[in-house]
């Protein structure tokens, strides 16, 4: 976990007079995003003004403490400037061939706007298209070419009508956009809304302005919101260690002390966390925060991101070596999301390296191989050369 300094936002000149009653007000830091490209490049001392026709085509944005948590903003590598800031590349009609704005097909799956159906027993509802940061990686990217608006409440009483029409559901996924840039009385109508519905179980609400904007979280209308809808599971959004802060330990603090437990899903990100020693530290700095690590995504094909994009064996060797090196607690499951809304299918390292009908050979962490006697399951041999080198 990274501890902040005292009045860590005084460093950026922009607003060295900004009282901690301002900054620590998730309104305020709402109210005072850089909205383009102009505002940042005066943050950072930069001129980034080249990227405007990138801005034309996917808007930028972030809040004051997001962009403050870079810890040198003359790197153009930085992990956090990196995720905030335009590249011509995604704008660039041959790194981005293979991209699609749709590529899980959520708009087809929709049987009313804004609500997609795609796993028989939950939907997702996309309930604003506003982001407080927008994130160059995002996976629903073609939200940076529409206007930033919540939907209408018409809308979201489709959508419940759907829901209570559908005995099946048994989770409803609250989305965006980030739901939680909505005011309390929006959020708190959907959720009550949801919440009444018997047969949904479970209500997950993505966001990440815990990451972003982890002063939503000082709140205690939203707090007592989330305490009364007892559904109610967060699932954020780190990507990074330097994204872990000692605000945010507070923040989840209060979310746990409300009832409410804490999931991340993290992308992997070319340039950015595609290492298995970045990976590790995020984990460990998610645990000592009390987040669970949930999925680490293999990047998404979406147009305007493709250039984020590792292979998709990096994942699988970055678990691999967090296996043993790390607790259980704290090891994602490696996921790749199927074009066409076909799913997800998770990823593993492969264990077994040998079976027969009596016996099974398991690599573990170290790379040693053991025997297991497939009768009754019991260690007969502990071998640490390769399975073709025994005499079996």
């Not at 604003?128 to 608006?149: A, D, G, P, Q």
Request: hydrophobic share 35%; proline share 6%.
């Amino acid at each position: 976990m990274r501890v902040l300094e005292k009045e860590y936002w005084r460093k950026i000149e922009k607003w060295k007079d900004v009282s901690r009653w301002e900054w620590e007000d998730w309104r305020w830091q709402i109210r005072s995003r850089l909205k383009n490209i102009y505002e940042i490049g005066e943050v950072i001392g930069r001129d980034i003004s080249f990227l405007k026709k990138v801005e034309d085509v996917f808007r930028t944005g972030t809040t004051p403490y997001y962009i403050s948590l870079v810890k040198d903003f003359s790197d153009p590598e930085d992990p956090i400037l990196k995720q905030i800031i335009p590249s011509c590349e995604e704008i660039d009609p041959v790194v981005q061939s293979e991209g699609n704005f749709d590529p899980f097909n959520e708009e087809v799956m929709s049987p009313v706007p804004g609500l997609t159906h795609r796993y028989p027993d939950r939907v997702l509802m996309r309930v604003t298209n506003f982001c407080s940061v927008y994130c160059r990686h995002c996976m629903r990217k073609r939200i940076f070419l529409e206007e930033e608006k919540a939907r209408t409440y018409d809308e979201y009483h489709k959508m419940f009508n759907y829901i209570r029409e559908n005995k099946n559901i048994k989770e409803v996924i609250i989305s965006g956009g980030d739901p939680l840039t909505l005011p309390n009385r929006k959020l708190e109508f959907i959720l009550e809304n949801i919440q009444q519905i018997n047969h949904v179980e479970i209500i997950r609400i993505g966001t990440r302005e815990l990451v972003v904007n982890p002063y939503r979280f000082m709140d205690d209308g939203l707090l007592e919101i989330l305490e009364k809808n007892d559904k109610t599971w967060v699932v954020t959004h780190f990507n990074h260690p330097d994204e872990v802060t000692d605000v945010v330990k507070k923040a989840v603090k209060n979310i746990l002390s409300a009832g409410v437990p804490v999931l991340n899903q993290t992308v992997l990100l070319r340039g950015i966390n595609d290492s298995p020693d970045i990976i590790e530290n995020l984990m460990r700095s998610l645990l000592s925060v009390k987040i669970k690590p949930y999925y680490l995504f293999y990047c998404d094909p979406t147009k305007g991101v493709i250039h984020f994009r590792t292979k998709i064996k990096t994942g699988v060797e970055i678990i691999e070596k967090l296996r043993g090196r790390l607790s259980g607690m704290g090891i994602p499951t490696y996921a790749v999301d199927l074009p066409g809304g076909l799913g997800k299918v998770p990823l593993q390292p492969n264990y077994i390296l040998e079976e027969t009908d009596s016996y099974i050979i398991f690599k573990n962490f170290e790379g040693k191989t053991v025997r297991f006697n497939k009768c009754n399951f019991d260690i007969i041999e502990n071998h640490t050369q390769h399975p073709e080198d025994l005499c079996l």
